[in-house]
């Protein structure tokens, strides 16, 4: 198996899943930290086909987001799999795989950026580990341009973000129902499993929010698939838009 190098943004959910699938698979790599926004030109420059992370380059091969990673990992590496052979499971799997590609990544993201937009100290502590090319405290102290940026480019508005939060006790209960179905959290973690675990795992590194989410099956089936993320964000989102997942917090309790 040749040795992989994948490029991320550290704090990256979909990086993170991607190298929880590389550690499954035994897959060798790299990995190459970059810096938001900076990032774009970072991977134009290495040939990639498009913009974004988590970026892999494997066997000759250049291959960009998770969903499509975890398929070529599956044709180089097929044992243990990250989608069933099971057609009617895989199906399942898929359709999961997907919500949490399409509906829980980029909110999660939106909700982190408009927490940075609010305080950007936190951000030192999601570049744990990370080797950006340039002292961890510089590119901190000289974020603010950065962040400026993420949010106008990840739409993270004050409205959109309040949105989010008001929607995500059903998206939580939605994963808590695909558990209890058995399309996630089986013994062998899957694409989907990973994908909506290190969503999960990125929200929870928010103060405000993290309460709501361990105390329900998706915030355990997260911390048993990804114990380890690093960055912590203490409460800094407005009261009023969290009264939703608080109620829901209390109830559970």
């Known amino acids: 198996m040749p040795v992989a190098t994948v490029y991320v943004i550290p704090g990256s959910h979909p990086s993170r899943a991607v190298q929880v699938m590389l550690e499954l698979k035994g897959v060798p790599f790299k990995r190459v930290d970059l810096l938001p926004v900076v990032s774009k030109a970072a991977l134009k420059a290495l040939r990639f086909p498009?913009?974004?992370v988590p970026?892999?380059?494997?066997d000759g091969r250049r291959v960009q987001g998770s969903r499509a990673i975890a398929r070529e990992l599956d044709r180089l590496e097929p044992d243990p799999p990250l989608y069933p052979s099971d057609p009617g499971r895989r199906h399942s799997v898929e359709a999961a795989d997907g919500w949490g590609h399409d509906e829980l990544q980029p909110p999660a993201r939106r909700i982190l950026w408009n927490a940075f937009g609010r305080d950007r100290s936190p951000l030192r502590s999601y570049a744990e580990g990370a080797r950006l090319g340039i002292p961890i405290g510089i590119a901190v102290r000289t974020a603010a341009?950065?962040?400026?940026?993420?949010v106008r480019l990840n739409e993270a508005s004050d409205g959109n973000v309040r949105a989010d939060l008001a929607a995500l006790p059903g998206m939580l209960q939605r994963i808590d129902d695909w558990i209890a179905e058995g399309v996630l959290g089986g013994d062998q973690p899957t694409a989907a499993d990973l994908q909506i675990a290190t969503g999960l795992r990125l929200l929870m590194t928010l103060d405000d929010l993290r309460p709501a989410i361990e105390a329900r099956p998706a915030g355990a089936l997260a911390l048993r698939?990804?114990?380890s993320f690093p960055g912590r964000t203490p409460p800094?989102?407005?009261?009023?838009?969290?009264q939703g997942l608080?109620?829901?917090?209390?109830?559970?309790?």
């Not at 341009?145 to 993420?150: E, G, R, W």
């Open 50 to 52: 498009g913009v974004t």
């Open 225 to 227: 698939l990804v114990p």
């Open 236 to 242: 800094v989102l407005p009261t009023a838009w969290l």
């Open 145 to 150: 341009p950065i962040v400026a940026l993420s």
């Open 246 to 253: 608080r109620g829901e917090d209390a109830a559970l309790r």
């Open 55 to 58: 970026a892999l380059k494997i």
